[in-house]
């Protein structure tokens, strides 16, 4: 036995110095560069599953600060001043960087409220792009880190155009298919009976199928944006039906249908955002406003008006029917109020031109006073733009409501949202 084992040990150590084992002497010069080998790239695994660990809390942590909790009935709440963009604005990389750094530089801009139409949303039918959404509120939720001086997003859902051009008309081709089910989906309008060309679209929401897209356009937008914290509002532009065009294209009995699915249109708003602040711009016809004004009141909805003119006289009660401004210090504080100064209002007092140029200070103090306004929306005009943000930098440098009305509206039963 002894003799075997002094054997197989003569053996092992003539395998080693001739190399013709599984364990040669080039092992001991490998295998210890191999060990090196593994824990380096051990450790270089762990550090990239470290680093990818901390990336996907750091998300997650994002998420949970951008989506308010599932089930919340509190509403998102961040009264002030916020930009109005020029239409074509919102497409322009260079134009959207001049905003964002305008937020950034200016405390009393709470954001942005941008228009969209139909159009827009919904190119073809079931085909969605909210891509130019997505993107805004990215771009805003990474302007500060300062949760008071964080910058919110408001879109304004436009249902009439104010040009005749074929890219702004206010819902898709698809709609736009004359006969049943969509009957063109818009109407054209002019300023008055007698006008010698149309001046934009309105669409017609009395058509079943119109309003049935549309309120599927609204669903989807809530499913999408509801919960997200930096989408602060959407709206619904203004009331002014204007006049069909050709006179007597549109009967009378439809027009009087328009309203009623105004107001559900509103509701659907309201269903899909539960937890956002929906409202509707109004100014006429004044005598439709004793009735829509009260029903929006009734659902929690606000009341805006797309302009501020100071001394037009169809704005103001006259004879015995309210004027849309008349509404507003009665529904302070049970509803959101948003008035907003248009192009039109920082050079004339009326919209007939009739009046005279106002200052910015009396803009501003007839929206924060007359108004009541907790939303104040302020368009960055390419001649006044500047000037708006000196006034909001010399008057509030550090207030992100810009002495605007903050409280939480009674429609929201005491459950604003404010961080």
């Known amino acids: 036995m002894q003799m075997k084992n002094k054997q197989n040990a003569n053996k092992s150590s003539l395998i080693l110095a001739t190399g013709k084992s599984r364990i040669t002497k080039w092992h001991f010069i490998v295998l210890p560069w191999m060990i090196c080998i593994v824990i380096l790239l051990n ?3 762990v550090r990239t599953f470290q680093e990818a660990g901390t990336s996907q809390q750091q998300a997650v942590a994002d998420d949970t600060h951008n989506m308010i909790l599932a089930g919340s009935d509190s509403v998102k709440w961040h009264p002030g001043h916020y930009y109005t963009l ?4 919102k497409s322009s990389p260079s134009y959207m960087n001049k905003v964002y750094a305008e937020l950034d ?3 009393a801009l709470r954001g942005m409220q941008v228009r969209f139409t139909w159009r827009e949303l919904e190119p073809l039918k079931d085909q969605y792009n909210f891509a130019l959404i997505d993107s805004e509120l990215a771009q805003l939720s990474r302007i500060t880190q300062v949760a008071a001086k964080k910058k919110r997003l408001i879109i304004l859902l436009q249902i009439k155009s104010f040009t005749t051009n074929t890219n702004d008309l206010p819902v898709p081709d698809y709609v736009r ?10 109407y054209a309008y002019a300023p008055s009976d007698t006008s010698a060309a149309a001046s934009g679209y309105m669409v017609k929401l009395w058509v079943t199928s119109v309003f049935n897209r549309l309120a599927t356009l609204v669903q989807k937008l809530g499913q999408r944006y509801n919960s997200n914290s930096y989408f602060e509002g959407i709206g619904i532009t203004e009331t002014s039906p204007g006049k069909p065009f050709p006179a007597g294209s549109v009967s009378d009995a439809n027009l009087d249908a328009f309203w009623p699915k105004l107001e559900d249109l509103n509701q659907e708003l309201r269903d899909a955002f539960p937890n956002t602040v929906t409202y509707q711009f109004a100014n006429y016809p004044r005598n439709v406003l004793t009735t829509l004004i009260p029903a929006l009141a009734g659902m929690g909805a606000g009341l805006g008006c797309p302009d501020i003119f100071l001394t037009d006289p169809g704005l103001r009660t006259t004879g015995g029917t309210k004027g849309v401004y008349d509404y507003f210090p009665l529904y302070s504080g049970k509803i959101p109020l948003a008035p907003s100064v248009q192009n039109e209002d920082y ?3 009326q919209h007939d ?5 106002p200052t910015l200070t009396q803009l501003l103090n007839f929206g924060k006073d007359s108004l009541m306004a907790n939303y104040l929306f302020w368009t960055r005009d390419p001649v006044y733009y ?4 000196t006034l909001l930098n010399n008057l509030y440098p550090n207030s992100p409501t810009g002495a605007l009305k903050t ?9 604003c949202k404010t961080n």
């Open 43 to 45: 450790c270089s695994c």
């Open 86 to 89: 020029m239409g074509w604005g």
């Open 105 to 107: 530089s200016t405390t």
């Open 177 to 186: 298919a004359t006969g049943a089910p969509y009957y063109a989906g818009a």
């Open 347 to 349: 050079r004339n007092t």
């Open 353 to 357: 031109g009739m009046g005279y140029q």
């Open 386 to 389: 500047n000037d708006v943000l």
């Open 407 to 415: 409280g939480c509206p009674l429609s929201f039963s005491g459950k």
